[in-house]
């Protein structure tokens, strides 16, 4: 290897990365306003509509799946309000698709019922032959870009602590 070929090569593993592009303001709102458009669309989809389930009932439903939180952690791993966990749980319960004892605090653990299994499963099947049979949208529509879609999961992650409240200290 030449000198001259030598030197370029250390020179550009040493060379910094390209600086980050300035976050405009308008592409966080941009951002925020695709995603509600989208989970507004996804909320009119017929598998939500048929089954009275709504989308967040469904996030409680498929966190209730796999684990057995309180409220108050249901709360922090959906980011929903306490007051609209409470009244999602309540509706749940009342319908007899989640049991569990809830206290007043909330710190009791709840879990689906047999029902609530079938109606998750009943509705994780609709939104999947939903997809299955609109290719051109769904499937299709991905098509070179899921490494990307899957992405998105990752990167919300990232966004959310951007906007996280500031951590309280203990004396």
């Given at each position: 290897?030449?000198?001259?070929?030598s030197?370029?090569?250390?020179?550009s593993?040493?060379a910094?990365?390209?600086?980050?592009?300035?976050?405009q303001?308008?592409?966080?709102?941009?951002?925020?306003?695709?995603m509600?458009?989208f989970?507004?669309?996804l909320?009119?989809?017929?598998?939500?509509?048929n089954?009275?389930?709504a989308?967040?009932d469904w996030?409680?439903?498929?966190?209730?799946a796999?684990?057995?939180p309180?409220?108050?952690?249901?709360t922090?791993?959906?980011?929903?309000?306490p007051l609209?966990?409470r009244?999602?749980?309540d509706?749940l319960?009342?319908?007899g698709?989640?049991?569990?004892?809830?206290?007043?605090?909330?710190s009791?653990a709840?879990?689906?019922s047999?029902d609530?299994?079938?109606?998750?499963?009943?509705?994780?099947?609709?939104?999947?032959?939903?997809?299955?049979?609109r290719?051109?949208k769904?499937?299709?529509g991905?098509?070179g870009?899921?490494k990307?879609f899957f992405?998105?999961?990752k990167?919300?992650?990232?966004?959310l602590r951007?906007?996280?409240?500031p951590?309280?200290e203990t004396?």
């Amino acid at each position: 290897m030449s000198e001259e070929n030598s030197n370029e090569s250390a020179a550009s593993e040493t060379a910094a990365p390209p600086a980050p592009k300035e976050m405009q303001i308008a592409d966080v709102a941009a951002l925020v306003a695709e995603m509600n458009l989208f989970l507004s669309r996804l909320a009119n989809l017929a598998p939500f509509t048929n089954s009275q389930i709504a989308v967040a009932d469904w996030l409680v439903l498929t966190v209730l799946a796999k684990r057995r939180p309180s409220i108050p952690q249901l709360t922090k791993l959906l980011g929903i309000a306490p007051l609209r966990v409470r009244s999602i749980v309540d509706k749940l319960k009342s319908r007899g698709l989640i049991v569990g004892q809830t206290s007043e605090s909330g710190s009791k653990a709840i879990t689906l019922s047999p029902d609530g299994q079938a109606q998750l499963d009943s509705l994780n099947a609709e939104l999947r032959r939903l997809f299955d049979e609109r290719p051109e949208k769904f499937s299709q529509g991905l098509a070179g870009r899921d490494k990307s879609f899957f992405a998105i999961a990752k990167n919300m992650k990232f966004l959310l602590r951007m906007v996280a409240p500031p951590a309280t200290e203990t004396a």
